[in-house]
Each structure stands twice: as C-alpha cells, then as structure tokens.
C-alpha cells in the first residue's frame, strides 16, 4: 500500500540495446528500459522495454490480493522514443488487455505521423495476433514534445497542456515534462521530467553528451534529486579507433558524472548498459565510479526520494 506522498523508483529494465537472458547478468539485470514510478497512488512507467512485462505481472497480482480487485487500473506510460529497445515489451503488458484497465501512452511523433499510427504499424497490426484496435483495454495514445506538459492528478484524470496555456494544478498533482535531445539516431529522444510533492525525477536515457556538455539539458535538469541517465560505454569504448561509438546517441560514464555535477543533481543512476557488459564489467566499473551520490542500476532496485 503506497503513502500519498510517496515518490518510488524502481528499475525494471537497465539494459540497452537488446535483451540479456543470461546468468551473468542477474545482478544488474538483462531487461531492457523500463523504471516504474509510483507517486501517490497512480503509477507512471518510463519506456516499455522487455522490464514492463513484470510490471504488468505484479500489478494484476497486486490487484488480486487487494480489497478491490474489480477496481480499474491505471497507468500513464511515457515513451523517450521508439526504437525496440524501449518499446518491445508493449504488447505484453497483461494490464492493456483486461477490460477494467485504462491505459494511457504518450510519447513522441515523428514528422510524418502521428505515434499512435506508428505503434499501430510496428507492434500491433502486421507483427501480433491483435490489432490495435482489438485491444480490450481503453488504450489511449498521444503525442508529447517539448513544448506541452502533462498534469496527472491522484484522481486519475490526465491533462495535456501547451506551453501558452495557462496550467492549474494542486498540491498533489503529477508534473511532466520533457526536453528532446537531438543527439540520438534517428529523430532524437525525450528526456522527462517528474515533478511531485516539491520533488524532481529526471530521467535521460539514450542522450549523447556534446564537447563542453548540453547547457539545455543541464538546465532542464537542475537541482533534481534524482538523475537516471544513459552511461551505455566507457571511454575506452566510445573512442576505439577499430569500432568507436560516438555518434551512437549514448553517453560515457564519465559524462553522465559531468552532466550531473553541472546540474547539482542530488542523486545520479546510471543506466542502459551495453549489452556487452556483463556483471564482471560493470562491478569492476562499480568500484571505479560509486561514490556517496553516484550509483548504478540494478534491476528490481527500488528508491525512495
């Protein structure tokens, strides 16, 4: 039973690129993206790797064993991008196909169409048994970019608002907001922003660092208390001269710690490792760079802030 003013984080897929179902990975876990968000009592889910199916497993496990299993229930998911990595676990999350389950997915568009229709195309009608629109659930899917901000409220209602509308919100209200870093192939990727009870999740996976750092995102990041971000290489990898990585749209460990200075972030998570990095590598990287307020991901991991 979650508090009203509670903030929890909990990793359920820290991996990039594709999953890693092998033994070695247990400790740091082979899901891919996924953190789940507890604040108050609605839940919010950034991206839908292969870490969302769980989610969807323990939320209808929760929901048996309370005193109101017929009660709706109700997720915001926010998507960074689309690429697989992020959004292959989708179609799994067994809370989208249960009548009393409402849905609501926001994420951003391409210049050609709207998410909605790329979803439809590459997850649903042509690749899986249902077609979007056989979906049980009320399945809502909307766009999300930089300039509007999304009020969620403990109710459950959900407000989009652009930037030159005027925003109400209450004290127990869900802020957030995003900021899209263009250094991530092919049409960039959206760095979100949580605010709750005076309280700020930043969440920047798949963000690429530039020479002297992104000044935009430093400010879009400044003073949270939590800072999840991309550390896919390490240097060494980023720079090989056989198979460099720059260009990939993913930061070095070394510039997230420097993103994260900058921004006086309380707390900083990596994240996204390479799928090459099994738990030998990143313990030997765990002792090189944890520190008092730098930490690294692990899946199934929960934090309260």
């Known amino acids: ?131 979007l629109d056989e979906i049980r659930s009320d399945f809502n899917i909307g766009n999300f970019s930089q300039n509007q901000t999304i009020v969620l409220s403990q109710n459950g209602a959900v407000r989009v608002f652009d930037d030159s509308e005027n925003i109400k919100t209450k004290d127990d209200d869900i802020i957030i907001t995003c900021y899209k870093t263009p250094a991530h192939p092919k049409n960039g990727c959206l760095c979100i922003r949580i605010e709750y009870k005076s309280r700020v999740l930043v969440y920047a996976t798949d963000k690429e660092s530039y020479i002297g750092l992104d000044k935009r995102f430093i400010r879009f990041a400044h003073q949270c208390d939590c800072l999840i971000h991309d550390a896919q290489y390490t240097q060494e990898d980023y720079i090989n001269p056989i198979q460099p990585k720059q260009g990939f749209g993913h930061s070095t460990f070394e510039m997230a710690i420097d993103t994260a200075h900058c921004a006086k972030a309380k707390k900083l998570f990596f994240f996204h490792y390479d799928p090459d990095y099994d738990d030998k590598k990143l313990q030997m990287l765990e002792k090189e760079y944890v520190s008092d307020n730098v930490f690294f991901a692990k899946e199934n991991d929960e934090i309260t802030i």
């Open 1 to 131: 039973m979650t508090n009203k003013d509670d903030f929890i984080i909990k990793f359920r897929g820290t991996r990039g690129s594709y999953p890693s179902p092998k033994s070695n990975y247990l400790k740091f876990g082979g899901n891919t993206a996924c953190v789940e968000v507890r604040l108050g009592n609605q839940l919010v889910i950034l991206d839908a790797g292969s870490g969302i199916i769980d989610v969807g497993i323990d939320e209808i496990k929760n929901k048996i064993i309370s005193k109101d299993p017929q009660s709706p229930y109700q997720t915001t998911i926010i998507l960074s991008h689309i690429h697989q990595d992020h959004i292959q676990g989708l179609q799994f999350y067994r809370p989208l196909f249960m009548k009393n389950s409402i849905v609501n997915l926001f994420g951003p568009s391409s210049s050609k169409e709207d998410l909605k229709e790329t979803l439809q195309t590459i997850l649903f009608d042509k690749v899986f048994p249902l077609a």
